[in-house]
C-alpha cells in the first residue's frame, strides 16, 4: 500500500505565496509520475502542474509562469510553490501519483489540503 500526506495548504491574501508538500511512503519501487491536482467547488478536478511517465513536466496555462512544481526523489516527494496567487486558485489541491510497487502497479491519491485565496 501508498500513502501520500499532503500539507502546507492555508488561507492566503491574493498575491501572496503557499508551498505545498507531498511525500509518498509504503512500500515503493518506482514512482512514475506524481502531481497535483486541484478541484474548486462545483467544477471538476483538474491538472494543476504534473511530473509525467514520460518525463515531462506540465502545467495548467491558468498557473503557468505562477506555479512550479519541485521533487525529492531521496524522499519521494513533490512540491508545488504557488506564488501571484489569484482568488481563483482557492481549491482543495490533492497529489497523485502512479507509483510501482513491489506487487503491483497503482494511482493513488492524498486526502487533499484546501487552499484558500482571499482578502
Known amino acids: 500500500q501508498v500513502q501520500l500526506v499532503e500539507s502546507g495548504g492555508g488561507l492566503v491574501q491574493p498575491g501572496g505565496s503557499l508551498r505545498l508538500s507531498c511525500a509518498a511512503s509504503?512500500?515503493?519501487?518506482?514512482?512514475?509520475?506524481m502531481g497535483w491536482y486541484r478541484q474548486a467547488p462545483g467544477k471538476e478536478r483538474e491538472a494543476v502542474a504534473v511530473f509525467t511517465s514520460g518525463g515531462n513536466t506540465n502545467y495548467a496555462d491558468s498557473v503557468k509562469g505562477r506555479f512550479t512544481i519541485s521533487r525529492d526523489n531521496a524522499k519521494n516527494t513533490v512540491y508545488l510553490q504557488m506564488n501571484s496567487l489569484k482568488p481563483e486558485d482557492t481549491a482543495v489541491y490533492y497529489c497523485?501519483?502512479?507509483?510501482?510497487?513491489?506487487?503491483?502497479?497503482?494511482?493513488?491519491w492524498g486526502q487533499g489540503t484546501q487552499v484558500t485565496v482571499s482578502s
Open positions: 509504503g512500500w515503493i519501487f518506482s514512482i512514475n509520475a
Open positions: 497523485n501519483a502512479d507509483v510501482t510497487t513491489i506487487a503491483s502497479r497503482g494511482n493513488y
